[in-house]
């Protein structure tokens, strides 16, 4: 049996380090929140932690209609056999220790480390290298800079740019450099070099869609588990285009040809298996890319980022393989309310106005929440399934019309 937790707030562990660290109440509110989530992508035999009689209230009901995992619980100490947080960090690696889990069953501190300093930005440095030295095209090669003096020479050298943390949470740590050093982007690099060593410095592309190629580490290698068709805004992960590998692979393949698909694939795998084999890191990884415009040229950057854990693009393709009909589309999408009241407003609006439809134990049509909605719920992950998934707009559904 697997033990699932997710703990989304590991990234911003990974840039303090300290297993003792603490994270903001905005963190905390996500991770409780969206608590549910392993429920949707874990095996049903595992078992998930959920921090609350709503969260099993949620799971309950929605084992009348999915096969899903139970609710953890101390009386299955005993049957794990392996603990899959969201990601890892010695702040996650400590909680565990403190919940009782026997340290047979987790990471030691010399793998916890590698795993920190391979989620390092930079890591994405070394991808896009070993790619173009196996002739893969690239674009112009990020730096990694230490100095806050080549930074200034970075940023002023060019028209726009921009500027990352080693490791920061979605959206933060990430500057946007516009030809001229001012305070506060001086302010933002200068801070980050002290606290965490350095900076990544990266080319501006004109951005035409997102994507990522999610892997799998395991014991024998590293292998390729599908397609993340994603949007975000500045940064900030906003949603999820549901649909099989093969119509995304199409789409995909409408900007630029699927050979040049096939062939990054492999040698990411290769790459990914020679890199992380001696780390000892197993469990789910995604790269993201993006697909830029160079002089009316659609080109492929082959490696912006690697998330080196769990990601939402995974759970959008776990979830669309393993509950969705095959001949389904939809939108997968992860909301913030400001205000208490706002998310269980449009929950009801959306049940209302989509209902929802399963045949066979597949989601044929309408919405779907994935975690429980109350009151005081501030984060919602949900997805809309069929031809009403066109009105919540997508660049994927413009297109294929």
């Keep these: 049996m697997k033990f699932h937790i997710f703990n989304p707030e590991n990234d911003l ?13 905005a963190a ?21 932690m959920l921090p609350s009689l709503e969260h099993t209230v949620y799971r309950n ?13 101390c009386a299955f100490q005993n049957d794990i056999t392996e ?55 690239t674009p112009p090669m990020p730096c990694y800079f230490t100095k806050p003096e080549d930074v200034a020479n ?13 490791w920061s949470g979605s959206g933060k740590g990430i500057a946007w450099g516009i030809g001229r050093v001012e305070p506060p982007m001086e302010n933002f690099y200068t801070g980050i070099i002290r606290r965490q060593g350095g ?21 024998n290698g590293v292998s390729f588990a599908g397609y993340s068709l994603f949007t975000s805004f500045k940064g900030v992960y906003s949603g999820n285009i549901l649909a099989t590998d093969s119509d995304i692979e199409d789409f995909i393949g409408s900007y630029i040809p ?62 669309f393989d393993t509950r969705i009909a095959p001949s389904a589309k939809g939108v997968y999408k992860v909301m913030f309310f400001k205000n208490k009241g706002e998310a269980l ?16 134990d597949w989601i044929e049509n309408g919405y779907i929440n994935f975690n429980p909605v109350t009151p005081d719920t501030r984060y919602v992950a949900f997805a809309i399934i069929g031809d009403d998934a066109q009105n919540v707009g997508s660049l994927y559904f413009n297109r294929q019309e």
Excluded at 345 to 360: K, T
């Design 13 to 25: 562990a990974l840039a303090d380090g300290n297993a003792n660290y603490f994270a903001p109440s």
């Design 28 to 48: 905390m509110s996500i991770a409780h929140d969206l608590a549910t989530l392993p429920l949707w992508f874990a095996a049903p035999e595992d078992t998930v």
């Design 61 to 73: 009901s929605m084992a009348e209609h999915f096969d899903i995992p139970s609710a953890y619980s």
């Design 83 to 137: 603990v899959a947080p969201w990601g890892w960090s010695r702040q996650i690696q400590r909680r565990l220790q403190v919940m009782g889990f026997d340290e047979w069953l987790l990471p030691g501190n010399e793998t916890v480390d590698r795993i920190r300093e391979m989620s390092n930005r930079r890591t994405a440095i070394t991808i896009l290298e070993k790619l173009s030295q196996r002739g893969v095209d």
């Design 154 to 166: 970075f940023i002023n050298s060019r028209d726009r740019c921009v500027v990352k943390a080693p």
């Design 199 to 219: 900076v990544v410095c990266e080319h501006f592309l004109e951005k035409e869609v997102e994507f990522a190629m999610e892997f799998r580490a395991g014991a």
């Design 258 to 319: 699927k050979e040049q698909l096939h062939n990054v694939r492999r040698e990411l795998c290769e790459i990914l298996t020679t890199l992380f084999i001696p780390v000892g890191y197993t469990g789910f990884m995604g790269i993201d890319m993006m697909i830029y415009n160079v002089n009316g040229k659609h080109r492929l950057n082959p490696c912006m980022e690697l998330n080196l854990r769990m990601n939402m693009g995974m759970v959008a393709r776990r979830i």
């Design 345 to 360: 407003e449009m929950h009801d609006d959306y049940n209302a106005r989509y209902g929802l439809r399963i045949v066979d």
